[in-house]
Protein backbone atom coordinates (compact mmCIF):
# COMPACT_ATOMS: atom_id res chain seq x y z
CA UNK A 1 0.00 0.00 0.00
CA UNK A 2 1.21 3.61 -1.18
CA UNK A 3 0.04 6.71 0.89
CA UNK A 4 0.29 10.23 -0.45
CA UNK A 5 0.82 13.11 1.54
CA UNK A 6 2.19 17.22 1.51
CA UNK A 7 0.30 18.35 -1.48
CA UNK A 8 -1.37 21.92 -1.36
CA UNK A 9 -1.53 25.84 -2.52
CA UNK A 10 2.21 26.97 -3.36
CA UNK A 11 2.20 30.49 -5.15
CA UNK A 12 5.03 30.14 -8.23
CA UNK A 13 8.06 29.61 -7.59
CA UNK A 14 7.29 28.52 -4.50
CA UNK A 15 8.40 24.86 -2.92
CA UNK A 16 6.58 21.56 -1.85
CA UNK A 17 7.39 18.23 -0.42
CA UNK A 18 5.36 15.14 -1.30
CA UNK A 19 5.69 11.98 0.79
CA UNK A 20 4.99 8.63 -0.60
CA UNK A 21 4.80 5.93 2.47
CA UNK A 22 4.93 2.19 2.12
CA UNK A 23 3.85 -0.82 3.53
CA UNK A 24 3.48 -4.01 2.82
CA UNK A 25 5.82 -5.43 0.97
CA UNK A 26 9.26 -5.45 0.89
CA UNK A 27 10.26 -1.54 0.19
CA UNK A 28 14.10 -2.18 -1.09
CA UNK A 29 12.99 -4.24 -3.85
CA UNK A 30 10.70 -1.51 -5.84
CA UNK A 31 11.23 1.05 -7.81
CA UNK A 32 8.75 3.97 -6.84
CA UNK A 33 7.28 6.24 -9.28
CA UNK A 34 5.98 9.96 -9.25
CA UNK A 35 2.91 10.61 -11.56
CA UNK A 36 0.77 13.21 -11.98
CA UNK A 37 -2.73 13.67 -13.89
CA UNK A 38 -4.55 17.15 -14.96
CA UNK A 39 -8.38 16.19 -15.66
CA UNK A 40 -8.87 15.92 -19.33
CA UNK A 41 -4.90 14.48 -19.87
CA UNK A 42 -3.41 11.80 -19.87
CA UNK A 43 -1.12 10.52 -16.45
CA UNK A 44 2.31 12.18 -16.76
CA UNK A 45 5.71 9.71 -15.13
CA UNK A 46 7.30 13.04 -13.34
CA UNK A 47 10.63 11.18 -11.69
CA UNK A 48 11.02 7.11 -10.54
CA UNK A 49 13.86 5.78 -7.88
CA UNK A 50 15.21 2.55 -7.23
CA UNK A 51 15.33 1.87 -3.51
CA UNK A 52 17.72 -1.20 -4.48
CA UNK A 53 20.53 1.45 -6.53
CA UNK A 54 19.10 4.92 -5.44
CA UNK A 55 19.19 5.50 -9.49
CA UNK A 56 16.73 8.20 -10.39
CA UNK A 57 15.14 9.67 -13.63
CA UNK A 58 12.65 12.79 -14.22
CA UNK A 59 11.11 13.74 -17.03
CA UNK A 60 12.64 17.03 -18.99
CA UNK A 61 9.77 18.97 -17.94
CA UNK A 62 11.23 19.12 -13.81
CA UNK A 63 14.88 17.70 -13.92
CA UNK A 64 17.01 20.24 -11.90
CA UNK A 65 13.44 21.84 -9.97
CA UNK A 66 12.49 18.57 -8.47
CA UNK A 67 14.42 16.04 -6.92
CA UNK A 68 13.56 12.70 -5.74
CA UNK A 69 14.86 10.50 -2.50
CA UNK A 70 13.65 7.94 -0.20
CA UNK A 71 14.46 7.49 3.52
CA UNK A 72 14.98 4.45 6.08
CA UNK A 73 11.58 4.59 7.14
CA UNK A 74 9.89 3.07 3.96
CA UNK A 75 9.09 6.62 1.93
CA UNK A 76 9.68 8.19 -1.21
CA UNK A 77 9.72 11.99 -1.01
CA UNK A 78 10.01 14.66 -3.75
CA UNK A 79 11.05 17.76 -3.70
CA UNK A 80 9.62 20.30 -6.17
CA UNK A 81 11.00 23.55 -6.05
CA UNK A 82 10.53 26.51 -8.57
CA UNK A 83 7.07 25.48 -8.61
CA UNK A 84 5.05 26.59 -11.76
CA UNK A 85 1.21 26.85 -12.64
CA UNK A 86 2.08 24.10 -15.12
CA UNK A 87 3.09 21.61 -12.42
CA UNK A 88 -0.82 21.84 -10.76
CA UNK A 89 -2.17 18.82 -10.74
CA UNK A 90 -3.07 15.06 -8.71
CA UNK A 91 0.31 13.93 -8.15
CA UNK A 92 0.49 10.22 -7.33
CA UNK A 93 2.68 7.51 -6.64
CA UNK A 94 2.85 3.87 -7.43
CA UNK A 95 5.40 0.60 -7.51
CA UNK A 96 7.02 -0.18 -10.47
CA UNK A 97 5.79 -4.06 -11.19
CA UNK A 98 7.66 -4.84 -14.51
CA UNK A 99 8.19 -4.35 -18.01
CA UNK A 100 5.22 -4.71 -21.38
CA UNK A 101 7.03 -4.42 -24.61
CA UNK A 102 4.72 -1.62 -26.64
CA UNK A 103 3.03 -0.74 -23.15
CA UNK A 104 6.46 0.51 -21.30
CA UNK A 105 7.14 -0.22 -17.65
CA UNK A 106 4.01 -0.89 -15.81
CA UNK A 107 2.77 0.12 -12.25
CA UNK A 108 0.78 -0.92 -9.23
CA UNK A 109 -0.32 -0.08 -5.58
CA UNK A 110 -1.53 3.48 -6.87
CA UNK A 111 -2.15 5.78 -3.72
CA UNK A 112 -5.02 7.77 -3.36
CA UNK A 113 -3.25 11.08 -5.13
CA UNK A 114 -2.27 14.72 -3.47
CA UNK A 115 -3.89 17.69 -4.95
CA UNK A 116 -0.78 20.17 -5.45
CA UNK A 117 -2.02 23.82 -6.94
CA UNK A 118 0.28 26.65 -8.18
CA UNK A 119 -1.05 29.49 -8.01
CA UNK A 120 -0.91 33.41 -6.96
Known amino acids: QLVESGGGLVQPGGSLRLSCAAS????????IGWFRQVPGKEREGVAC???????TDYTSSVKGRFTISNTNANTVTLEMNSLRPEDTAVYYCARRTGYVSGRGWTYDSWGQGTQVTVSS
Open 24 to 31: GFTFDRYT
Open 49 to 55: ISNSDGY
